[in-house]
């Protein structure tokens, strides 16, 4: 079955990096974006971005621009997402989710990964 | 960016209630609009997308329906298992945006 399986949880300091993996299997890793959601506690889904695991090509809320990159080693079918200068507001769950498409009908999220819970604290 | 407005933003029914959860853009979307099911340490699921369409293995109490601006999500008779927060998303413009999402509790 389709299956999105991410990293563990972090902790990190203000103003670090921080890399969160998500591992696609079950389906053709290039055939489809991995996309990048949020959540902060008691906040609302917040999308980041989204990446085409072939060619590379990004796009990214422009909240994020600047902050964050989203890349993919295909050979691993591995999805990153690497997001810097972290400050506390940054603290959340982050999920990747595999993007499907259909001319005409656009754009959605099936099936979500199972979430990694990134705490930023000094 | 496109802004999606829901409402309520939390509600309180019964099992067997018909639950409506509202979901309004600040521009015309066509029907490029999804709705997801949220449970608290759980991964979001999806329940329909372009704003009327079933998705596999999800109960057809669920339905969805609107065009450009207004959307609406349906359950026809609440369930135990239907207690969650509902997220509406829009995939019209190249940056996609979620509704605050409606906290769907028991009465």
């Known amino acids: 079955q389709v299956q999105l399986v991410q990293s563990g949880a972090e902790v990190k300091k203000p103003g670090a990096s921080v890399k969160v993996s998500c591992k696609a299997s079950?389906?053709?890793?290039?055939?489809?974006?991995i996309n990048w959601v949020r959540q902060a506690a008691g906040q609302g889904l917040e999308w980041m971005g989204r990446m085409n695991p072939n060619g590379g090509n990004t796009h990214y809320a422009k909240k994020f621009q600047g902050r964050v990159s989203m890349t993919s080693n295909s050979s691993i079918t591995t999805a990153y997402m690497e997001l810097s200068s972290l400050r506390s507001e940054d603290t959340a769950v982050y999920y990747c989710a595999r993007g499907l498409f259909i001319i005409l009908d656009g754009d959605w999220f099936d099936p979500w990964g199972q979430g990694t819970l990134v705490t930023v604290s000094s | 960016d496109i802004q999606m407005t829901q409402s309520p933003s939390s509600l309180s029914a019964s099992v067997g209630d018909r639950v409506t959860i509202t979901c309004r853009a600040s521009q015309s979307i066509s029907t490029y609009l999804n709705w997801y099911q949220h449970k608290a340490g759980k991964a979001p699921q999806l329940l329909i997308y372009?704003?009327?369409s079933l998705q596999s293995g999800v109960p057809s109490r669920f339905s969805g329906s609107g065009s450009g601006t207004d959307f609406t999500l349906t359950i026809s008779s609440l369930q135990p298992e239907d207690f969650a927060t509902y997220y509406c998303?829009?995939?019209?413009?190249?940056?996609?945006?979620f509704g605050q999402g409606t906290k769907v509790e028991i009465k």
């Open positions: 079950g389906y053709t890793f290039t055939s489809h974006d």
């Open positions: 998303q829009q995939s019209f413009s190249d940056s996609w945006t």
């Open positions: 372009a704003a009327s």
